[in-house]
Each structure stands twice: as C-alpha cells, then as structure tokens.
C-alpha cells in the first residue's frame, strides 16, 4: 500500500513538473517570439502603428532643386509636415515646435530629419521652401513639385489640404498633424495637435525604443 502512494505521488509530481514547464515554455515563446504592440502614447495626441504604413512612391523637388524619390527618405526617422511658406500661423507654429523638440532630443537619440511637404507649389519654389527651411535648423527640409503628386504624399500620411481665394489672396486649409516616418520610408506614427516639444520628443524616444527593441534580425 505505502509502495502504491509512492508511485502515484512520484507520478503526479512528474505531471505537475511537465505542466509548470510546459506553461513557462510558452511564455518565454510568446515573450521571446511576438513583437511587442505598439506604445500607448494617447497622452502625446500620438498613435503609433503596430504595423507600418507604406508612403505612396512620388518623385518631387527638394530645397535644393534636387529630385527626391520615396527610396531617398529611407535610412533615418523623419517628421513630415504638409504646409506652405506663406501659411500665416499654423505651419510657423507647428515648424517652431519641431525646432524645439530638435533641441531637446537626447543625443543618444538618432537625428531625425523635418519635412515640409508643400500645399502650394505655384508659391513653394526651391528657393523659397530653401530660405524658409534654413531658419530652422540644417536638419529641416522641404519638398515641392507637382500638385497632384504632393496631394498623393500628402493623404499617405493621412492629411489633406484645400486651396480658397479670399480677396485675390490664396489660403490654403491643411491638416496640422505631424507624420513620423521610419527609416524604411513607412509611416510608423501620427502625432495630432497640440503640440507641446517636450512631449514630442519623450513620444520620438519612446517610439523608437519600442521599433528598436522589435527589429526582425538580418
């Protein structure tokens, strides 16, 4: 009898091993195997993707006068704005912002880029998106050219703009969010306003922790 307790305990110790170790092996898979999700980061006004979103492929005109294509954003983060120089209040707000979050970012951050997609190409000119870009910082550029096309990079970060004339002048109305591109070229966050510069720069850190951390290997 005592012989017959032994082995059943004996066998229902093995069970109770074989479970425990089967469970913690599924956790260390899933843990160790699935990509984390997303940061909640709604507290920014910022919503990253879990899965990237593709930018349309456009070939357009820099400050410079140089051609940029879709595959020339690829290999560093970047924030996209879609304004126009003469905008009045909202793009030199907004490009303010971004020059401060610049300022504040932790050095051992990657350098972003600043992109400000043109909603007014008869205006934008090379030179004149140069001049503009330039007060902010060596890191700010700009991109001008075709309307249609600028329209098509515009709605693939989720941002649209509408030209009026109000007394002979052109007004353009256009989203104030900004894009956060990924150094594939893919769309990885939006930030809505309003934005505050030491929040868009935690919300950049905590972005790319997080896509650092989940990067496939090779």
């Known amino acids: 009898m005592g012989r017959s307790i032994r082995i059943t305990l004996f066998v229902l110790l093995l069970l ?3 479970v425990f170790g089967l469970t913690v092996g599924r956790q260390v898979f899933l843990v160790g195997g699935e990509p984390a999700p997303a940061p909640d980061l709604s ?4 919503y990253v993707y879990d899965q990237p979103r593709p930018l349309v492929e456009f070939s357009l005109t820099n400050e410079e006068g140089e051609t940029v294509t879709r595959e020339d954003l690829r290999g560093r983060w970047t924030f996209v704005f879609v304004g126009y120089t003469n905008c009045p209040d909202i793009c030199p707000a907004a490009m303010a912002n971004l020059r401060r979050t610049d300022q504040l970012l932790s050095p051992e951050l990657p350098q972003p880029d600043y992109l400000l ?3 007014d190409p ?3 000119t090379p030179a004149k998106l140069k001049a503009y870009t330039d007060f902010f910082g060596e890191h700010f550029h700009g991109l001008t050219g075709d309307l249609d096309t600028l329209r098509q990079v515009a709605k693939s970060v989720s941002a ?3 030209h009026r004339q109000v007394n002979g002048e052109l007004l353009v109305d256009h989203s104030g969010h900004f894009a956060l591109l990924n150094p594939d070229g893919d769309v990885q966050a939006l930030i809505q306003p309003p934005h505050k510069p030491e929040q868009l720069a935690e919300a950049f850190e905590r972005i790319y922790q997080w896509a650092n951390a989940n990067r496939q290997p090779g």
């Open 16 to 18: 109770v091993v074989l």
């Open 160 to 162: 649209v703009f509408v």
């Open 122 to 124: 008869e205006h934008d």
């Open 43 to 46: 507290q920014y006004n910022a």
């Open 117 to 119: 997609v043109s909603a």
